[in-house]
């Protein structure tokens, strides 16, 4: 139900005839497409997930390497993809906030946010580890999963899907973008919902060996 209300407002022609330009055939193209690679990659990766977790769909023929590299090589194209369609819609859709907005100043912002994004997400995958970008424990047994209190896991329960989106926000400022912070919005409710529908099931699982409150580990553990 939410995610199919995100889409009705993501894609809602009134609203979109607020920010895009006029004609703007191109705009509206990429804004499309940008949803629907967003929508992909949290659909394509959450079933491929959930589909390994219960039948081993990945693992059961390749096993657990060979698996896994199947797998990550269908969720970095998703993921590669979903990024560039930001970026694309963000540069189609530019100076669409109004003739009155003050471009410098949004440009500061925007590289500020950008700068703290891709910070805090750096900084998150650093502790967390190479794999954690491609949910390395859904192919392999895991006995538990130990609370993380380093680097931003210190004072930010999940930065990845928090402070680590950011850098969406700070390039549709950038680009002076209305349809660029309209998708951003869509895109962050995305992955929190792709976290507790997909991941947080399986992290509870994880810890189930090891009891413990779920307000002490990162969220994003789960993917190491």
């Known amino acids: 139900m939410t995610a199919r209300v995100l889409l009705q407002l993501a894609t809602s022609g009134s609203l979109l ?4 330009p006029e004609n703007g055939l191109w705009a509206g193209l990429a804004f499309g497409y940008h949803i629907a ?6 659909a394509g990766i959450g079933v491929a997930l959930t589909q390994q977790q219960r039948h081993q769909v990945f693992t059961r ?13 269908f969720a970095a194209i998703l993921m590669s993809n979903d990024a560039l369609s930001f970026v694309l819609l963000s540069a189609a859709t530019r100076d669409t906030i109004g003739p009155g907005a003050p471009v410098m100043a949004l440009a500061m ?7 703290v994004g891709v910070s805090i997400r750096l900084w998150a995958a650093k502790q967390l580890g190479d794999a954690a970008y491609y949910w390395y424990n859904f192919f392999t047994a895991v006995d538990s ?6 680097g931003p896991y210190r004072f930010f329960k999940d930065p990845m899907y928090t402070l680590g989106y950011f850098h969406t926000y700070g390039i549709a400022l950038f680009c002076a973008s209305w349809p660029g912070l309209i998708a951003a919005v869509f895109d962050q409710a995305a992955i929190l ?3 507790r529908v997909v991941e947080r099931p399986h ?3 994880l810890t189930k060996a090891a009891p413990r409150s779920l307000g002490d580990v990162p969220s994003e553990a789960v993917r190491e």
Request: glycine letters at 10%; zero cysteines.
């Open 203 to 205: 992290f509870e699982l």
């Open 193 to 195: 919902i792709f976290h």
């Open 61 to 73: 023929r390749d096993g657990v390497e060979g698996g896994f590299r199947r797998f990550r090589r």
């Open 17 to 20: 005839s607020l920010v895009l």
């Open 109 to 115: 912002a925007g590289l500020l946010l950008i700068v």
């Open 145 to 150: 999963v130990e609370p993380e209190r380093r």
């Open 37 to 42: 690679s967003r929508l992909a990659y949290v």
